[in-house]
């Protein structure tokens, strides 16, 4: 059983016992059955859309990967419709899947799949609920002739009893898949503040940049590169591309077209990327001549030895021209990107000169700032004279009496608090009253109960004293 059987048996939506109904030609159901229908064609197309962004869908041999690649490379935005499909996606128990040509007929009619051609014409087709797309090749005598008789048989037969379609090869475009991928490279690029220079890239230092930008698992293949590509460039408009340069625009004041000077950079930092290669490869065939050479002195091979010295003497002298390359390139990257801020400081100084500009145009000059200043202080000169005009104008107050009111209000206000304090004196001495009477009373008592304890202890000892006798 191959990956992509493997992977989408493994769902929730195809359990062992939906197996019957998604495998089944359950297309004759479209209207009969509308809900299952509903059901089984998302199921299919959710699984494909989902099996394809994971890398498990069979790529073109144009995409496959090489034999030196570390990972696969599989077409993650393309469906490739054909026979080879329906061999893949074939189980022992239940066959082949009859209706999968009718999945493919309704995911095009809602747009979450999009021939290629009709895609590569005109990014129109991802937003029209449907289009209408006549090949000239259908066009021929025999097709026509075949139409005209399936219009007959379905009259014949009745429209319920039509056949379902066979799987037409086509390949197509996996629009969420598209969008998703587009989504992520766009964040990726722009969610790290970029400078001028990190926004430009050649085609191969964006396909190495972003080849795991759907699964970690498998790499995006040249078709998904070409595809995404003229999405980002055409239909969003999140880049410039020219067909070897890509520049990535963060608003849309950026300009659409690709300048010398990002295919420069674009340049130097594809050879850059190479030159670090080379480094590393030469770096590691260093470290094995010089294990070839103490192996062969270990076995006293002496010529060996010597060849194996000899050529690294020549790897070190070609690592050394390359670092001294790569050094030089560099410092003149390092260069461009300073004259690159440099270039984006004076634009947002210009900006800046002019935002100042038109202020000062609006303000009109400091003469003006001048005039409107005076004009300020007559204005609040004269709210002071109407103020001293209207005081004047006022009811003329005696001084004595003012002080006579005072005084007298100071009086009552003294006389009020010498009651307070009067009333506080008489309220202490009550209580101090209630005490000592309190103290009286509690040495009353004391008293009577000394008297009365007294009295008990002299009858006691009157009644021991007649008792003592009359013992005898």
């Not at 070609?318 to 461009?336: A, G, P």
């Not at 145009?361 to 200043?373: F, L, N, P, T, Y």
């Amino acid at each position: 059983m191959n990956d992509l059987l493997n992977y989408i048996l493994s769902l929730d939506t195809f359990r062992k016992n939906r197996l019957p109904s998604l495998y089944s030609d359950f297309a004759t159901f479209r209207k009969t059955n509308p809900e299952g229908y509903a059901v089984n064609t998302a199921a299919w197309q959710h699984a494909l859309a989902s099996a394809a962004k994971r890398g498990f869908i069979s790529s073109s041999p144009s995409s496959s990967a090489g034999p030196t690649d570390s990972k696969r490379k599989s077409d993650h935005l393309i469906l490739r419709a054909d026979q080879s499909l329906l061999r893949e996606l074939e189980i022992p128990e239940w066959g082949r899947p009859v209706a999968l040509a009718a999945v493919i007929d309704d995911a095009v009619y809602h747009r979450t799949m999009v021939p290629m051609q009709a895609y590569k014409s005109s990014g129109a087709v991802l937003e029209k609920p449907r289009w209408n797309l006549v090949d000239p090749a259908a066009l021929n005598p025999w097709n026509v002739m075949s139409w005209g008789l399936r219009q007959l048989r379905g009259a014949v037969l009745g429209s319920d009893m039509e056949a379902t379609p066979g799987l037409q090869s086509q390949e197509l475009v996996l629009v969420e898949n598209l969008k998703e991928a587009a989504s992520r490279v766009v964040k990726r690029v722009t969610g790290m503040s970029p400078s001028r220079t990190d926004l430009v890239y050649s085609k191969e230092s964006f396909k190495a940049a972003f080849d795991t930008a759907l699964s970690e698992e498998s790499e995006l293949s040249d078709a998904d590169f070409d595809l995404l590509l003229l999405y980002l460039s055409r239909d969003c408009g999140a880049i410039a591309y020219d067909g070897k340069t890509i520049r990535f625009r963060p608003s849309d004041d950026t300009p659409r077209e690709i300048t010398q000077q990002d295919t420069t950079i674009a340049s130097i930092k594809a050879l850059t990327a190479s030159m670090t290669k080379q480094v590393e490869s030469l770096e590691k065939k260093i470290v094995e001549l010089n294990l070839t050479a103490k192996t062969a002195l270990h076995h006293k091979n002496r010529i060996s030895a010597l060849s194996a010295v000899r050529s690294k003497k020549l790897v070190e002298h070609n690592l050394q021209q390359r670092l001294d390359t790569l050094t030089q390139l560099e410092e003149v990257f390092s260069k461009i990107e300073q004259a690159a801020d440099q270039v984006e400081y004076v634009k947002v100084m210009e900006a800046s000169t002019g935002a100042l500009r038109g202020l000062h145009k609006q303000i009109g000059g400091a003469d003006r700032v001048e005039d409107v200043v005076d004009e300020l202080r007559d204005e609040m000169s004269k709210v002071d004279e109407v103020g001293n005009i209207m005081n004047e104008a006022g009811p003329v107050i005696d001084e004595s009496e003012i002080d006579d009111e005072l005084a007298e209000l100071e009086g009552k206000e003294e006389e009020a608090r010498g009651e307070k304090a009067a009333e506080e004196t008489r309220k202490k001495l009550a209580e101090l009253d209630n005490i000592e009477q309190s103290a009286r009373e509690a040495a009353r008592t004391s008293a009577a109960e000394q008297n009365l304890d007294s009295e008990l202890e002299e009858r006691l000892s009157r009644m021991s004293v007649e008792e003592a006798p009359a013992a005898h």
